[in-house]
């Protein structure tokens, strides 16, 4: 479940997108990737191949040798340590940074990252964004809001009607929320070492980048190897949240259908977080002059410029 835009309804993001794409934001640039192609999707290097075994030494001075340089590696493994503590930093670092994300300063859009290259997260990293997503202020305040059009379209009338009905809808609508987040967000991406952030491609074609939005709530990146692969966590977790959520609705409103339903909904909803993810940042240079990013996106963009003039130097 994404958490930005988990509980306003999708019709509220897909308005938003519709209106800003009347501006002219978002035509291609010349050389730009054409819409058939696939995401440009980053990859994590090649790990390399583990060195050939030595043979043993068959005298006495290679053997004095072997000693010699045990003795001067003996403190290497410090090292790797040191660079894990590092990459754990940065990580930190990066997460702080996408704590303080907000579209117009109000909604939270902590599951976002700018940064293509962004560091994976530790297990605790994840359960922190977690949490940091479910116990937002705003999201009590989209509970309600979910509550108040619940009632009005006369939605979970096992709940019953009046400030009792309306309390019991918000407290299914957090918890609907907040089982997502925890889950798909956080105790799924551990499970199956899934970064749970969206990737923001913030470069291309409209079609492009409209197509890796839709993408990505289907497919994630591995921790380790930083390829993409099917997006367990998220959809897993929905449908578990979807589950969890026939312990506390009505008898007559419970079952597989909403579990089912519950999980698709959710799903739609983050893909449709995930498009507005994509084209916030154009939105609010464009609109508010603003640029999230804090120009990540003019350094993309220049180099795609530089890799173009390369390219067609090198014809």
């Not at 970064?195 to 994630?220: M, T």
């Amino acid at each position: 479940m994404r958490a930005c835009l988990s509980l306003i309804p999708g019709g509220l993001a897909t308005g938003l997108l519709l209106a800003a794409l009347s501006l002219p934001l978002f035509a291609q640039e010349p050389g730009h990737e054409s819409a058939g192609r696939a995401p440009a999707m980053s990859t994590a290097s090649a790990i390399p191949d583990a060195p050939a075994p030595q043979l043993e030494p068959t005298d006495a001075k290679a053997e004095e040798n072997t000693a010699q340089q045990g003795s001067s590696n003996s403190q290497l493994p410090a090292q790797p340590a040191q660079a894990q503590e590092s990459r754990h930093q940065k990580a930190a670092e990066q997460l702080k940074e996408e704590e303080r994300q907000r579209v117009v300063g109000i909604v939270p859009d902590f599951g976002v990252t700018y940064h293509s290259d962004a560091v994976s997260l530790s297990a605790g990293q994840k359960m922190q964004l977690a949490v940091r997503s479910a116990v937002d202020p705003f999201t009590f305040v989209a509970a309600f809001l979910v509550a108040g059009m619940n009632e009005a379209l006369d939605e979970d009338s096992g709940f019953g009607w009046g400030a009792e009905g309306f309390g019991k809808r918000s407290g299914a609508a957090y918890l609907d929320a907040f089982d997502g987040d925890i889950l798909a967000s956080g105790v799924l991406p551990v499970l199956f070492h899934q970064d749970p952030r969206y990737f923001r491609l913030g470069h291309g074609s409209f079609h492009h980048r409209l197509f890796y939005a839709v993408a990505a709530s289907f497919i994630c990146k591995h921790d380790n190897t930083g390829r993409w692969e099917p997006n367990y966590s998220n959809i897993g977790g929905n449908l578990a949240a979807g589950a969890i959520s026939n312990l506390y609705y009505p008898s007559g409103d419970s079952g597989w259908g909403r579990t089912i339903g519950n999980g698709m909904i959710v799903t739609t909803e983050g893909t449709l977080g995930g498009i507005f993810d994509e084209f916030w940042p154009d939105i609010s240079r464009k609109v508010l002059h603003r640029d999230p990013t804090n120009g990540l996106d003019a350094q993309m963009r220049a180099a795609d410029q530089a890799r173009r003039q390369a390219t067609q130097h090198g014809r």
